[in-house]
């Protein structure tokens, strides 16, 4: 009973173009929704979120959409680069608990 | 400030044994969490706690998983006996109501148990 689903679990990019991850859930219940990144050998780290009552938040090369009608939320990184390679995760946030995703490994090439 | 800091990085044990993470969080972080990352089941969370009370352990998979905060700078996980299907990567998480879900993660534990 997966509530966040990441289709793509990976994705690759040329260097300064657009990097576009997508994710589905399917309990509205959650007020936040986030992106988390992951290096080897390393912990999550807090990328951007969004609240429920916005529909995108813009920071810098990041932007997060949220459409609350498909539950559909999306990341965009332009342009890319190859310090981006990682693994992104899409997370819900509520009642303090975070839920992950599966990730989806983007690569950006030179 | 270092961080969450986790101890030890990578763990290997024999099945049956005794196994005892460790987790320091940030200094006024009043939340601490426990994931669990598997090829299978992604990053599943375990247990949190709120100035040091347990809060929702509904994720401790078996009575072999216990977890404690003894005070606001310290926690274990403890997997007793451990079982070859616990090999993971155990994480540790920090935050606060001003972080919201802003957690900062530990670097991880790798626990092999063979």
């Known amino acids: 009973d997966q509530q966040v689903k990441q289709n793509s679990p990976s994705l690759s990019v040329q260097e300064g173009r657009i990097s576009i991850l997508n994710c589905d859930y399917t309990?509205?219940?959650?007020?936040?929704f986030l992106w988390y990144k992951k290096y080897p050998a390393e912990g999550p780290t807090f990328l951007i979120s969004?609240?429920?009552?916005?529909d995108k938040n813009e920071d810098g090369r990041f932007t997060v959409f949220l459409n609350k009608s498909a539950k559909h939320l999306s990341l965009h990184i332009v342009p890319s680069q190859p310090g981006d390679s990682a693994v992104y995760f899409c997370?819900?946030?509520?009642?303090?608990?975070?839920?992950f995703g599966q990730g989806t490994r983007l690569t950006i090439n030179p | 400030d270092a961080g969450v800091i986790q101890s030890p990085r990578h763990e290997v044990t024999e099945m049956g044994q005794e196994v005892t993470l460790r987790c320091k969080p940030i200094?006024?972080?009043?939340?601490l969490f426990w994931y669990r990352q598997t090829m299978m089941r992604g990053l599943e969370l375990l247990i949190y706690?709120?100035?040091?009370?347990?809060?929702?352990d509904s994720g401790m998979p078996e009575d072999r998983f216990s977890a404690k905060m003894p005070n606001a700078s310290f926690s274990t996980l403890k997997i007793q006996p451990s079982e070859p299907r616990d090999s993971a990567v155990y994480f540790c998480?920090?935050?606060?109501?001003?972080?919201?879900?802003?957690?900062?993660f530990g670097s991880g534990t790798r626990l092999t148990v063979v």
């Open positions: 969004i609240s429920s009552i916005k």
């Open positions: 997370v819900l946030g509520g009642a303090q608990k975070l839920v």
């Open positions: 998480a920090s935050s606060s109501a001003i972080t919201l879900y802003g957690y900062t």
């Open positions: 200094s006024g972080h009043d939340y």
């Open positions: 706690f709120n100035n040091n009370v347990p809060i929702d």
């Open positions: 309990n509205s219940m959650f007020d936040y």
